[in-house]
Every structure is written in structure tokens, then in C-alpha cells.
């Protein structure tokens, strides 16, 4: 009892020989510098930038320009942006146009359509001969098992077409039993079932490592297939893929994403590498991951075709030619003279359905403003004219719209959720905004990134990722033009800026501040 008497007072001694002031102090640094993290990141301070600021060997500028320029920094302000471009679900890369998802068993039926002739199945099984191919995934006990016949059911129709002439309820066409054995065989030899001992292992492109699909095969080491599939779709399944097989095609799941990020990322990156917080609407370079650029380098090369100039300047970066299936690294990537920052991406292309569309997004994103028509304006339902810039009512928003549009004239029109870019010269994409005028995305961006109000777009923008909100009245009036004349004077350099705003002590000490 005696020592716990006395290991009390000793505390108290403790406790009030310590100075107060400076353990206040230390705890107020402490919680900026969490504040800092937080903003910045997303996230806590690590253990080790926690202790640092404890034993103050970094200051909270050091602290401040360390975390703007790291990769939580890039991801957690390119979700921001992601959110802000309007980006509701990933894309769905295997629906865009000119993908290749290989051979399947579609437009053979079960023996009774009237187009099975003979010269219909001759081109059908010489066409089926070689890859590449769409398969599907059996779930077995052991494992995956990679298959291409489209089920049991279809090996049925053939048998019963190749040895008895019968399609499902009538005979099969003159002279084509004997192509409906070929295709028997082909069958045979790539599906398989679970039970099957003539399979072999492989490793798949897009999943080398191991079987990653799915958690009840967290310890299998590789798939299974058929060897005459193997041979058809070559050494790892390169020259194959899944199809519409989602449940399995973790891959595509992880380009979808990417493909999404791509115009968030190359913001993040901009602003983290001090490049001119202007080029996100000009730059000719872009941000892929590893595995979106070996997307593009395998099933996905038909995807090119639909780019500016068919294709894009840097075709033989390492991470097309030769890169790798799990590679989530950021790299930049060369595109060619037509791109336009995020306005040439896919992303904001396939986001955005129809010119006007286009054109709406890049105002309201980058100019923080709507188009409004004056209060008490009345359409006038007589007014026909199918010039918009002319009719009632919606000239108002119209007569500067349809000039935007126009920059987008190249690309595809209203109804079409596609990335297909016109490359044909004849088409007029001349657009006007601003008083000044211009070909292409190239032009707009670079008009829109040189306006007065994408400077203090972009400062809201800043101000909105780090407080969780938009700027109140009276921030606009008293603390954007400071910010705006800043950013200028830094040459648009929106890291520093978005450093001054997190050190500034209204930010800090917000309790200290100007309501």
C-alpha cells in the first residue's frame, strides 16, 4: 500500500515539474501534422513521419512537401478527380469497339438454321482451325480448367449432327455431315472436364503468378487446359483470352480501372512532379500503368486503331512490347500531336456521350461554372429553328456551346459511347470559345487552360481536395485572388500552391481564424 502511495506522488511531482507549455505545443504541432497528412494523403501520419515530427527532425514545411509529391499524394488526389470528372463505374474495355476477343463457337446453333450449308460450315471450320480464341473457365476442385467448346450440351449437337445427321429437330443440310465431324474434333480436343487426366498445367498472361481469381484457390499454383488448346493459343495462352468470362478475368477487371484512372492520374502526376498545372488540358503525354500498356500490346492492339492517328508515339515502350500482366507502376507514355491532355484520353472520350456532352464536362470541370439561362426566360414553342444558337430560350446556352462542340466535331457524336477517333480531314473541327478559335481538342485545351477562370477553377478545385468542401462566400472574397495571383507567379505550379494552403495558419489553427 506504502508503494503505491509513494508511486503516486511521484507522478504527481512528475507531472507538475513538467512544462505545460511546451507539451501543448507539442501535441498542437503533432495534430497539424496529422491534419497535413490527412489532406494531403488520405491518411494518417506513418510511424515513422509520427515519430520525425515528435522529435522534431522534420519541420511541417518538409512534412508538407515530402507528402505532395508521393504516391499516396497521387492516388488519394487522383480519386478526387476522378470523382469531380463524374466517373460512376469503371469502363468496360471488352465493349469497345475494335477489340479482338478471339474465335468463339457463336453462329453454329444446334444443326437447324437454314444458313448451315455447306459453304457456311467449309468457311466456319477452316476459320476455326487456328487462334486465337475466346475461352471459358470450368470451376474444378483442384482448380481452374481453361476450355474452349462452349459447354457439354454444344459437344452434343455435333455428335449428334457428325454420326446421325440429325440437327435438334430436323436433318442437317446435304453434304455437310462430314464438316460437322470436323468441328466435332475441334471441340474434342479443347474442352475437357474436372475429371480429365489429359490436361496440362500453364501459367496464363493474365495471371502468371499464381491463381489470384478466386479465394478458394489461394494455393494453386497454375491452371489447367487441354494441350491441343495450348498449342492453338501458344506458350502461356498469349495468343487467347476469357471472353466475357468476368467472373475470372481479374486482368481486365484491373485495366477497366486503370483505363478509368488514366485522366486522374496524369492530373495527380502533373501536380506532383511541379510540371504546369495548365498542361492537364494540353499535354501530349499521358499516365498508364504496366498492365494497361500490356493490354494494348496484346488483346487490346486493335484498341490503337481507334486512337488519333491510329496509334500513339510511344508503340514501342517496354511496357506494350515486353511488359508484364501484374505491373501496376505509373509510366509517362508518349500519344502524338492530336492529344489534348485528359480531353484525348478514353476516359473522358467514352465518359462524355456526344460533342455537346464533351464540351459541357470540359466547362464545367475546368471553368467551375454552368450554363444558366436569366432568370424568368421562356421558351417559345413556335420556335422551331433548328439552329440552337438561334431558337428561343435555347440560344442562351446554345450560342456558346455549339462553338465548343465543335473542337470535338472528330469524335463520336451523341448515342455513341465509343472511343473512335475521325481521322478523316475533311471534317471540319474548328471550334470558337472566348473570342478565340481553333482545330481540335488541341485547340480548346489550350484555350480553356489560358482562361482567367481556369486559373480560380483550379484553386477551388485545390481548396475543395483539401477541406472536404467548396470555398464559403467569404473565402472566395478574401482569400482566392491572393491563391489565384500566386499560382500564377509559380507558372502554374499547383503543388506549391496546394503546400501554401496547408500550411497557411487559417488552415492549421482554424480555430485562430477569420470566420
Not at 202 to 218: A, F, I, L, N, Q
Not at 312 to 334: E, N, P
Not at 410 to 428: A, E, F, L, R, S
Not at 486 to 514: D, Q
Amino acid at each position: 500500500m506504502m508503494t503505491k502511495v509513494l508511486t503516486g506522488l511521484l507522478l504527481s511531482y512528475l507531472l507538475l515539474a513538467a512544462p505545460p507549455l511546451r507539451a501543448e505545443a507539442d501535441l498542437a504541432k503533432i495534430r497539424q501534422a496529422e491534419k497535413i497528412s490527412i489532406s494531403l494523403t488520405g491518411r494518417p501520419l506513418s510511424a515513422e513521419l509520427r515519430s520525425k515530427v515528435i522529435k522534431e527532425e522534420i519541420t511541417l514545411d518538409a512534412l508538407a512537401d515530402q507528402l505532395s509529391s508521393g504516391p499516396e499524394f497521387i492516388e488519394h488526389f487522383a480519386q478526387y478527380w476522378t470523382r469531380v470528372l463524374g466517373m460512376q463505374s469503371p469502363i468496360d474495355m471488352y465493349a469497345h469497339v475494335g477489340i479482338n476477343t478471339g474465335m468463339n463457337w457463336g453462329g453454329i446453333g444446334n444443326g437447324d438454321e437454314d444458313r448451315l450449308n455447306a459453304d457456311y460450315l467449309t468457311k466456319y471450320v477452316e476459320s476455326h482451325k487456328t487462334g486465337p480464341v475466346e475461352f471459358a473457365v470450368a470451376e474444378c476442385p483442384d482448380g481452374p480448367l481453361l476450355i474452349w467448346a462452349g459447354s457439354n450440351n454444344q459437344i452434343a449437337a455435333f455428335t449428334k449432327a457428325a454420326n446421325d445427321g440429325m440437327g435438334y429437330t430436323k436433318p442437317i443440310q446435304a453434304n455437310t455431315q462430314a464438316l460437322w465431324a470436323q468441328l466435332l474434333q475441334i471441340a474434342k480436343e479443347t474442352h475437357a472436364t474436372c475429371e480429365d487426366t489429359s490436361t496440362v498445367q500453364v501459367k496464363p498472361w493474365w495471371d502468371p503468378e499464381k491463381v489470384t481469381v478466386h479465394s478458394r484457390y489461394d494455393s494453386t499454383a497454375s491452371y489447367r487446359t487441354t494441350p491441343k488448346l495450348l498449342e492453338r493459343c501458344g506458350p502461356a495462352m498469349i495468343k487467347c483470352n476469357l471472353g466475357n468470362d468476368r467472373r475470372f478475368d481479374r486482368f481486365m477487371d484491373e485495366v477497366d480501372l486503370d483505363v478509368s484512372m488514366e485522366p486522374a492520374y496524369l492530373i495527380s502526376h502533373i501536380v506532383a512532379e511541379n510540371k504546369p498545372f495548365s498542361s492537364i488540358l494540353t499535354t501530349q503525354e499521358t499516365i498508364m500503368t504496366g498492365r494497361y500498356g500490356y493490354f494494348l500490346g496484346n488483346i487490346g492492339k486493335d484498341a490503337l486503331k481507334t486512337y488519333p492517328d491510329q496509334s500513339i508515339q510511344d508503340i514501342g515502350h517496354q511496357i506494350i512490347t515486353s511488359g508484364s500482366a501484374v505491373d501496376a507502376k505509373h509510366y509517362w507514355i508518349k500519344r502524338g500531336g492530336l492529344h489534348a491532355g485528359i480531353l484525348t484520353t478514353p476516359a473522358f472520350q467514352i465518359l462524355t456521350n456526344g460533342r455537346r456532352a464533351k464540351a459541357n464536362r470540359a466547362f464545367e470541370t475546368f471553368l467551375c461554372k454552368k450554363f444558366t439561362v436569366p432568370e424568368g426566360a421562356q421558351a417559345d414553342p413556335s420556335d422551331a429553328n433548328p439552329d440552337l444558337t438561334k431558337r428561343t430560350y435555347c440560344a442562351y446556352c446554345h450560342r456558346t456551346l455549339e462553338p465548343m462542340a465543335a473542337f470535338f466535331n472528330k469524335w463520336p457524336d451523341v448515342g455513341t459511347t465509343k472511343y473512335i477517333y475521325n481521322g478523316n480531314k475533311t471534317v471540319n473541327d474548328t471550334g470558337r470559345f472566348n473570342g478565340l478559335q481553333g482545330a481540335g481538342a488541341v485547340a480548346f485545351g489550350k484555350i480553356l487552360s489560358e482562361t482567367d477562370g481556369f486559373d480560380e477553377c483550379s484553386i477551388k478545385r485545390a481548396f475543395e481536395f483539401l477541406n472536404g468542401r467548396k470555398m464559403s462566400f467569404y473565402e472566395s472574397e478574401n482569400r482566392l485572388e491572393p491563391l489565384v495571383t500566386a499560382f500564377r507567379a509559380s507558372e502554374k505550379n499547383l503543388r506549391l500552391t496546394i503546400k501554401a494552403m496547408v500550411l497557411a495558419p487559417e488552415f492549421l489553427s482554424p480555430k485562430g481564424a477569420t470566420p
